[in-house]
């Protein structure tokens, strides 16, 4: 019983802590601009939430696409690792970590861990605008379904655009989708 009640104020807890809302940035030390999407939960697994969120990178006029997955700590099941990303029998450029490092949702709440990271061409990011990215996450710790939606990709890239982190906003050539 106390079991089942923890699992409803975790549940609750999630409920009212809002994610992240986008953002842009530029680092004169660095000479990165960046903009990130804003947050949604990518896979609600029986055990373990994941939150995703999109990015674009520009340094100096070299661009990276990227997606980073954290997983919501739930104060009972510890750190995910993951090793690979996999779908419909191909392997996925995902990068996934094995130290510990936080993944913050909200304003304060930095008590998840960061899962991986996975890298987009500027192909198959245009893909993602228009359908989203389903992938499976396989680790020692678990196999994981996730589905970031195209939403997060039009965000990142109309952030982008906006600022000036990439010279042009980036839709494919149907652009119906686009926001106005």
Not at 81 to 94: E, H, K, N, Q, T
Request: hydrophobic share 40%; net charge negative.
């Amino acid at each position: 019983m106390l079991g089942r009640n923890l699992v409803w104020v975790f549940l609750l807890s999630m409920a009212c802590t809002p994610l992240l809302e986008g953002e842009t940035w530029h680092s004169p030390h660095t000479d990165i601009a960046g903009a990130i999407s804003q947050q949604a939960v990518v896979s609600d697994d029986r055990h373990h939430v994941l939150v995703g969120q999109v990015m674009i990178l520009n340094r100096r006029g070299e661009v990276h696409y990227l997606a980073e997955i954290g997983q919501v700590s739930d104060g009972v099941h510890r750190r995910l690792r993951m090793d690979s990303a996999w779908r419909d029998g191909d392997v996925l450029p995902f990068r996934g970590l094995r130290r510990t490092e936080r993944f913050c949702i909200g304003l304060s709440n930095c008590q998840g861990f960061r899962t991986g990271t996975f890298v987009f061409t500027p192909e198959t990011f245009a893909e993602a605008v228009e359908d989203g990215f389903r992938a499976h996450l396989i680790g020692p710790d678990a196999v994981i379904d996730i589905y970031l939606p195209p939403e997060l990709f039009v965000d990142a890239a109309d952030r982008a655009g906006a600022e000036g982190v990439i010279e042009t906003p980036f839709w494919p050539a149907d652009t119906s989708r686009a926001p106005v």
